[in-house]
């Protein structure tokens, strides 16, 4: 890993041991309530893992905290800059694409701004997040394929597609072009409340 990824990791490993012991979880309480293995939990607490989207976000929701707040260091900020090219990239496609959390709040509600490039034959597939989270595309350039539970949506530049999170959706680029498009993502009730024996399945 390069060393902003090895950072990220160390970050998010940091926030998730914290959050694993002060429930009083062995790891493989964590592992069994997330749907992950033990090994998975290891490595991400020991910061040496690239976990996936669906990791992490099993993990947050098993927590109870927002994605962001395990990807981002604690601040009593009220406003918080990200210059160009400091997000967090929490996905890589196999041909180069990139998703990026660009900006977020973690209370009352999550909510988490995303940039998204998908080279051409890129594809990303997301389990169902929690329940009642709403999410909102907006296609820059290029084209993409969505598929949100049953239903298939193909969407081109400045075009816009309001769907419901709590669905699985997976995101494609079919065409001969990258793809890009900014998500916001609202996830209520995320990080609200304690959650000890729930699992994200």
Same mark, same amino acid.
């Given at each position: 890993?390069?060393?902003?990824?090895?950072?990220?990791?160390?970050?998010?490993?940091?926030?998730?041991?914290?959050?694993?012991?002060?429930?009083?979880?062995?790891?493989?309480?964590?592992?069994?309530?997330?749907?992950?293995?033990?090994?998975?939990?290891?490595?991400? %607490?020991?910061?040496?893992?690239?976990?996936?989207?669906?990791?992490?976000?099993?993990?947050?929701?098993?927590?109870?905290?927002?994605?962001?707040?395990?990807?981002?260091?604690?601040?009593?900020?009220?406003?918080?800059?990200?210059?160009?090219?400091?997000?967090?990239?929490?996905?890589?496609?196999?041909?180069?694409?990139?998703?990026?959390?660009?900006?977020?709040?973690?209370?009352?509600?999550?909510?988490?701004?995303? %940039?998204?490039?998908?080279?051409?034959?890129?594809?990303?597939?997301?389990?169902?997040?929690?329940?009642?989270?709403?999410?909102?595309?907006?296609?820059?350039?290029?084209?993409?394929?969505?598929?949100?539970?049953?239903?298939?949506?193909?969407?081109?530049?400045?075009?816009?597609?309001?769907?419901?999170?709590?669905?699985?959706?997976?995101?494609?680029?079919?065409?001969? %072009?990258?793809?890009?498009?900014?998500?916001?993502?609202? %996830?209520?009730?995320?990080?609200?409340?304690?959650?000890?024996?729930?699992?994200?399945?």
């Amino acid at each position: 890993m390069d060393e902003p990824i090895e950072s990220l990791a160390r970050t998010i490993g940091a926030r998730v041991k914290n959050e694993r012991q002060s429930r009083k979880w062995t790891l493989d309480q964590l592992a069994s309530h997330a749907g992950v293995s033990r090994r998975m939990v290891v490595n991400v %607490e020991q910061g040496t893992a690239n976990p996936s989207v669906g990791t992490l976000l099993r993990l947050s929701e098993t927590l109870g905290v927002s994605l962001p707040a395990l990807v981002e260091p604690p601040t009593a900020k009220k406003a918080k800059l990200t210059r160009a090219g400091a997000g967090a990239a929490l996905w890589t496609g196999e041909n180069g694409g990139r998703g990026i959390l660009m900006a977020s709040s973690n209370t009352p509600e999550a909510l988490e701004l995303w %940039e998204w490039t998908l080279m051409p034959g890129d594809s990303h597939s997301s389990e169902a997040h929690s329940a009642g989270t709403q999410e909102l595309l907006h296609v820059l350039e290029g084209e993409i394929m969505m598929t949100v539970a049953t239903e298939t949506f193909v969407l081109g530049a400045k075009d816009s597609l309001a769907f419901p999170g709590d669905e699985d959706h997976t995101y494609n680029n079919k065409s001969h %072009e990258p793809t890009r498009f900014v998500l916001t993502v609202l %996830e209520p009730g995320v990080g609200t409340s304690t959650r000890t024996e729930t699992s994200h399945v």
